[in-house]
């Protein structure tokens, strides 16, 4: 037996020997995520920016990772901190008047042992969150980092480490074959972060089993610029959401749909909007470096692709293309004139490249969107409501931002996920509670049962009252 499955079974055989642990057990548990956090802060925001790094120049911006990673995880913790007890309560539900005095409720039990998939574009706090979820719902976790992020692998394996004991928490480090070993462990949960593609197998794998599996994925996330937006605001939140991690972002603005005669002011607004966040980008800390070689050249592919197939292509900028290849960066690239048969168009960019398109209608808009698998995020900017409920009622995406972008995603009170292609599942505060939790039917009955009327033998009451309950009930 493997190290992997040793570890699934040492915390299989402590959950059934010892079961859930108790509110006080649970709260003191997020604490110590929550303490080691600031503890560690450092460490993390190192070792992230080596596994982002290329060259002297080359890195994760610091700034990115305290606020997408190390806040973002200390956030839903403190938010899960105050509201766990209350989540914890058994759930009183209504009963029909036939069934009373008999009452229902809904009792949140733990699952088990969890497997956690965490991804390389934000490899701290798409680890951390999911785990504090899982743990607030009373399970044990096992976690598989990125391999494509071996140093922040590293960091989470020794900070988790340092925290529990491996039959409550444990780190498998590995390359594909221990994460294939990992998604076909009978888990009581699986949850994945990562690209579609490696999303379908591990949902196969988990099929072998009956586990049921959250798949947070992505897909292409469009932008919808009304008429009616404010284009110099709708500009600053869109170069912002496009270049937060250089566009590595799952939910981060694929492309932008919005009327042909806007096309070209909005494209240069865009690039004056990002030389201004960051007037120079190859030696720029602020400005995060594509994660590896191999993703710098798919992106230099796509913009290739592009300008062969007629596309015009503005850069932000005027850093030296050496400097920006030592470096690993690429400027924000504004496409103009794609079309459907450009690659960029065919796969989510995951990317600071971004192509605008010609809608001249809502009704159009939403014809393109509906074209493709339904993205994980929709971006709407304007000020028409008609317009606005026309878009939100024809389009079906995981979550929405209304005149901004990405910010649906750090509402702890919002469910985060996505559907379809993009993914299966939800999570963020409550929403990861009970994602980890069984909601277990309880139904009391009460000594003095109604439901004795329901008894045969079958009489002339029982067609009386049955009447009565289709005409009440």
Not at 266 to 276: P, R
């Amino acid at each position: 037996m493997s190290n992997t499955a040793n570890i699934f079974q040492a915390q299989l055989k402590d959950f059934e020997a010892n079961g859930a642990p108790t509110y006080e057990q649970r709260v003191t548990n997020l604490k110590k995520i929550l303490v080691a956090i600031d503890a560690w802060e450092d460490r993390i925001i190192a070792a992230i920016s080596s596994d982002f790094g290329s060259g002297e120049l080359g890195g994760r911006s610091s700034h990115e990772t305290i606020i997408a990673e190390t806040f973002v995880s200390k956030t839903e913790i403190k938010h899960t901190l105050k509201h766990l007890k209350k989540w914890m309560r058994p759930k009183k539900v209504k009963t029909a008047i036939h069934f009373k005095p008999g009452r229902g409720e809904i009792r949140y039990q733990a699952l088990g042992v969890v497997g956690v998939i965490s991804p390389w574009n934000y490899p701290f706090s798409l680890a951390i969150v999911p785990i504090v979820a899982a743990l607030a719902a009373g399970n044990r976790v096992m976690l598989k980092p990125s391999e494509h992020t071996p140093n922040t692998s590293d960091v989470l394996a020794k900070m988790l480490g340092e925290l529990f004991d491996a039959t409550t928490v444990a780190t498998v480090i590995g390359g594909v074959e221990v994460a294939t070993e990992f998604s076909e462990l009978p888990f009581h949960h699986i949850f994945f972060t990562g690209s579609t593609m490696v999303g379908k197998i591990v949902a196969q794998a988990a099929a072998k089993n009956l586990t049921p599996v959250t798949l947070e994925l992505g897909g292409k996330s469009p932008v919808i610029i009304d008429p009616s937006a404010d284009l110099n605001l709708s500009a600053k939140r869109i170069t912002a959401g496009k270049t937060m991690n250089s566009g590595q972002t799952c939910v981060a603005p694929d492309y932008i749909l919005m009327a042909q005669k806007d096309i070209q002011p909005f494209a240069e607004q865009i690039i004056k909007t990002a030389e201004d966040m960051y007037p120079t980008i190859a030696d720029n800390p602020d400005y995060t470096s594509i994660v590896s070689d191999r993703q710098y050249q798919r992106q230099m592919d796509l913009l290739d692709d592009a300008r062969k197939k007629g596309a015009t292509v503005m850069q932000a900028g005027n850093d030296s293309d050496n400097a920006m290849a030592a470096s690993r960066k690429i400027p924000l690239s504004i496409i103009l004139g794609v079309t459907p048969n450009m690659r960029v168009m065919q796969e989510e960019i995951f990317g600071p490249l971004l192509p605008i398109l010609s809608v001249e209608s809502p009704q159009e808009a939403i014809n393109h969107i509906g074209k493709d698998d339904r993205p994980l995020a929709l971006y709407w900017f304007g000020s028409d409501t008609t317009n606005r409920e026309k878009v939100l009622n024809g389009t079906l995406s995981g979550g929405v931002s209304i005149n901004d972008t990405i910010m649906h995603v750090a509402q702890e009170n919002l469910p985060f996920g996505g559907v379809g292609g993009s993914g299966m599942g939800s999570y963020h505060g409550e929403y990861g509670f009970k994602t980890f939790s069984h909601a277990r039917s309880v139904f009391h009955q009460s000594k003095f049962s109604g439901t004795k009327m329901f008894y045969p033998p079958y009489t002339e009451k029982t067609d009386k009252l049955l009447k009565f309950l289709k005409k009440h009930a």
